[in-house]
């Protein structure tokens, strides 16, 4: 990220998940985004602030 926040330090560490994908061959992406959206998937899940 470019220095933004979400405002929630669990989003904002999925997102840097992300950072990878410039060194990531094309064909590692899809487990990255994977991953990525099964992290905000448990945020959204979670309780709210924990």
Request: aromatic fraction near 2%; proline fraction near 6%; glycine fraction near 8%.
């Amino acid at each position: 990220m470019d220095g933004a926040t979400s405002g929630d330090d669990r989003v904002d560490a999925a997102l840097r998940t992300l950072d990878v994908l410039p060194e990531t061959p094309v064909a590692g992406h899809v487990a990255i985004f994977d991953r990525v959206h099964q992290s905000l998937q448990d945020v959204l899940d979670g309780e709210p602030d924990q």
